[in-house]
């Protein structure tokens, strides 16, 4: 028994040297900390210095401090999932310049500042998803260009900057479902973006319109943006050259059916006029060129007309001329015998 006492104290002290906290385990071969399901409320602290993965989920988080994760600066993967995190401070996550996935799941966040994932390079996946996020930044900070998959569904958004999505170059996934999207100007540089991002082979499941109520349930790639006339025109105007420089890649698209765009998300609440006028360059110009096009058939054809017209008639003065001088020579002997004829 006494033998058995020693190599217990003993495989304890080592697993307080090694640095893993009481209610979690720690995994050496593959540098994970499993600290699910521990009735955490805030970060653990003693975690081991070389783990690579950080498993969290299903605790009762509440805050993260700046701090928290000083003493494991090799994090990749940093599962936060079904927490009670309603905020989280900027500057939370910068000592894990390696981190790659962080999930952030079912936490009660209402908004993200704009520095909250800073100094973060090499990022590639940031799970939002079902939360109460009313708001996203114009950027979630400095180094988070090598995002590939960002997710914010479930959330509580209406509306989310062009130039956030503009700032996340390597995007190849994103998804948008179940927001209470408001599809009017505000969302026009959205659904311009999402059109090119769908191009260049993106993937996204769609934003689907819940207000204004003629558009509500309808996918935002489906609406005309002939319907945004009322937006302000310097909207129109911002967005002209980028509608004139793609216009011709989604005439090739497949993917939603779409629509020419114009607009990067104007004044906000404003809604369709009833006469909307349309504020598309790449109409005006179509419009132009059919007309051309149809002046010119016009003219070709009043030219072939004319053509026809003189060549027939040259045809016909030719064939008169040639059938009537016999005419003339034959009769004239004739003629010239009934004179003679009649003479005593």
Known sequence: TGNWLLVWSAILLAHRAHGCPDKCLCYTASKTADC???????????????????????????????????????????????????????????????????????????YIENTTFSFLPHLKELDLSSNSIIRLPETFGNSTGNIT??????????????????????????????????????????????????????????????APGIRKGKDLLKVPYELFGACSLRTAHVSLRHAIATSSEHRGSQKHGHHGELGDGGRGGCEPRPRPRPVSLRHAIATVVITGVVCGIVCLMMLAAAVYGCAYAAITAKYHKEHSAPVRQHATPEKKELFESSLP
């Not at 969290?56 to 079904?82: E, G, H, V």
């Not at 959205?190 to 260049?200: G, H, I, M, V």
Request: aromatic letters at 8%; proline letters at 5%.
């Open 36 to 110: 699910k399901n521990r009735g955490f409320t805030e970060i653990p602290a003693r975690l081991p210095p070389e783990i690579q993965i950080l498993q969290l989920q299903n605790n009762r988080i509440w805050r993260i401090n700046q701090n928290a994760f000083t003493a494991t600066p090799l994090l990749k993967i940093l599962d936060l999932s079904n927490n009670s995190l309603s905020s989280v401070a900027p500057g939370a996550f910068q000592k894990l310049r390696y981190l790659q996935v962080l999930n952030l799941t079912r936490n009660m966040i209402h």
């Open 149 to 210: 998959l960002l997710s914010v569904k479930h959330n509580k958004l209406q509306k989310m900057e062009r130039i956030l999505l503009e700032s996340l170059p390597n995007l190849k996934v994103v998804l948008f479902k179940d927001n209470p999207w408001q599809c009017n100007c505000n969302i026009f540089g959205l659904k311009l973006w999402l059109e090119s991002f769908l191009y260049r082979g993106g993937i996204s499941d769609g934003i689907i319109c819940s």
